[in-house]
């Protein structure tokens, strides 16, 4: 069951919404060089708690941290730690989701650290250009498969791959809701779109052919590129309206 959230709702999602992308323009000038992911987690959680908000990961499924931090060939999941210090040339996907009022917002996106390869570059840019194709896709009346079709068209001439185990998701008083959202085109996603729907786009892409990925045996939540390749990854949470999509994690 797919909920259609009503005026009141939808009010708070936008509040929560504006939180998560506050939090990301905030940490911004502090993913840099030098800087360890615990120490840019240990800043949101600060931010988070003086904003009367609550951060989302922290504890969700046995999850340790309060963002996700992934770096290079990490695809998803990446938890914070000392030990994880950025340097000249990573990306890294700093992925936030607050709790306001009850309401979550999760936002993402994939920074860059230093002088970053142009091949990596473009897979960052181009990713980035995949998440508003996909939220351009968006129409009540049509099907929600449209996501993931005009991402994969965008994406297929560049010879990266497009994640198929994680995708976006309804989200609302639930992190995680009805519908799954594919990034690929399939039928699965048959789901006539509505007004008042709200879901998250957070394609994530690989560097290259394969868009297989692992998850650590050793911690039990990092994912990883099968192949090593780099993998790139932007998320928004948006609002279906009458004939597009309202970005709410739009600062
Ligand atoms: N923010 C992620 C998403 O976009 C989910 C992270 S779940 C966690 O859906 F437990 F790893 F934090
Ligand atoms: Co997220
Ligand atoms: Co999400």
Not at 74 to 102: E, F, M, Q
Not at 160 to 177: P, T
Request: proline share 3%; with cysteine.
């Amino acid at each position: 069951m797919i909920k259609i959230k009503n005026a009141e709702e939808i009010e708070k999602m936008r509040k929560a919404g504006k939180l998560a992308a506050h939090l990301l323009d905030y940490i911004e000038p502090f993913v840099k060089e030098g800087v360890s992911t615990l120490y840019i987690n240990d800043l949101c959680e600060e931010f988070t708690q003086k904003h009367g908000a609550i951060s989302a990961p922290l504890h969700y499924n046995g999850f340790p941290k309060s963002i996700c931090t992934s770096i290079n060939n990490v695809v998803c999941h990446g938890i914070p730690s000392a030990k994880d210090i950025l340097k000249n040339g990573d990306i890294v996907n700093i992925d936030v989701t607050v709790i306001l009022d009850g309401y979550h917002g999760d936002t993402s996106r994939t920074f860059l650290i230093g002088e970053v390869d142009d091949k990596v570059k473009s897979l960052v840019k181009r990713t980035e250009n995949a998440m508003y194709r996909g939220i351009d896709a968006v129409k009540s009346g049509k099907y929600l498969y449209e996501v993931g079709k005009a991402i994969e068209k965008y994406i297929d001439k560049f010879g990266y791959s497009i994640v198929r185990d994680y995708g976006g998701h309804g989200i609302g008083r639930n992190f995680h809701e009805e519908p799954q959202v594919y990034h690929h085109f399939t039928q699965g996603n048959k789901i006539r779109l509505r007004k008042g729907m709200i879901f998250t786009v957070e394609p994530m892409i690989n560097m290259g052919p394969s868009y297989r990925i692992k998850t650590s045996a050793k911690d039990g939540w990092t994912v990883t590129t099968a192949d090593g390749s780099i993998s790139a990854q932007f998320e928004h949470t948006i609002l279906v309206t009458d004939n597009s999509a309202e970005i709410l994690t739009k600062a």
